[in-house]
């Protein structure tokens, strides 16, 4: 049995920085993404839609 050989390179993470940038842009569509599905969950475990929920309609 021969051991399997060690990643040579590391990878690149990238530091939060303030302003427009990749970082930003990438956190910001997950986060709509993740407000969408809990809005949509939502809606389909009360019957109702998010405003009618929030009591706006």
């Given at each position: 049995m021969?051991?399997?050989?060690?990643p040579?390179?590391?990878?690149?993470?990238?530091?939060?920085?303030?302003?427009?940038?990749?970082?930003?842009?990438?956190?910001?569509?997950?986060?709509?993404?993740?407000?969408?599905?809990?809005?949509?969950?939502?809606?389909?475990?009360?019957?109702?839609?998010?405003?009618?929920?929030?009591?706006?309609?």
């Amino acid at each position: 049995m021969t051991a399997q050989p060690q990643p040579t390179t590391t990878p690149r993470l990238e530091e939060p920085k303030f302003g427009f940038n990749e970082y930003a842009e990438r956190l910001n569509g997950r986060a709509a993404m993740i407000g969408f599905l809990l809005m949509v969950a939502i809606e389909v475990v009360t019957g109702h839609g998010v405003l009618a929920w929030l009591g706006l309609k």
